[in-house]
């Protein structure tokens, strides 16, 4: 298998060390500005693992709110294929305490829109004060339930991709850009 982190590699990249740099940064900032404008001080970071640990890291180190505590979930519905299952799976869930809170949850991309549907229902039914969904990327061609993120950091079209902590078959999760799986 080829090295996609070898950069003579043919792999196109989508987005760049760079441009992912400048979509962090300007999602942190509309975050920033909204809590500031809804007089929130304190947020609560929900972590979607795996695929969105390398943004949650970058997203948090660069939103200005006084108090941010983070939690990490688990959701899958992929197994070892680059086709939803539609059948969502989440894990450590239960043990979170958020009755009351500012919620952000923090995920990789929106596909069908299943993972984010069942987990903001989830997360709800713990009443939380607020809660928000910031995403990465998002495919809406593909979407089969009706779910809009309050974040984006950028709309891709109808391409699996991998790098910037997404995966196909647990690979590629470390690549510092994103590119199209071939
Ligand atoms: P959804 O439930 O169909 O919206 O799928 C969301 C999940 O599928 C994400 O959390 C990702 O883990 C995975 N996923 C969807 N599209 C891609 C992709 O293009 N590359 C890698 N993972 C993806
Ligand atoms: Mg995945």
């Not at 760079?18 to 509309?30: F, G, N, P, Q």
């Amino acid at each position: 298998m080829r090295d996609m982190k070898d950069k003579n590699s043919k792999n196109k990249i989508l987005f760049s060390e760079t441009d992912i740099k400048d979509i962090v940064c300007r999602v942190a900032d509309e975050i920033s500005q909204d809590c500031k404008s809804m007089g929130i001080n304190s947020l609560n970071v929900i972590c979607v693992l795996k695929g969105a640990f390398v943004f949650a890291a970058d997203l948090v180190r660069q939103l200005e709110i006084p108090n941010i505590n983070i939690e990490f979930i688990s959701a899958s519905s992929y197994g070892s294929s680059d086709v939803s299952s539609g059948n969502v799976k989440l894990g450590c869930i239960d043990n979170l305490s958020i009755f009351g809170e500012n919620i952000l949850i923090v995920e990789d991309i929106i596909d069908t829109g299943n993972t984010l549907k069942k987990l903001t229902e989830q997360i709800k039914s713990f009443e939380p004060n607020t809660v928000r969904v910031c995403a990465m990327f998002d495919k809406p061609d593909r979407r089969s339930v009706d779910f809009d993120a309050d974040y984006v950091g950028s709309v891709i079209p109808d391409e699996f991709i991998v790098g910037y902590g997404l995966d196909y078959a647990e690979m590629y999760r470390d690549l510092p850009y994103v590119t199209v799986l071939k």
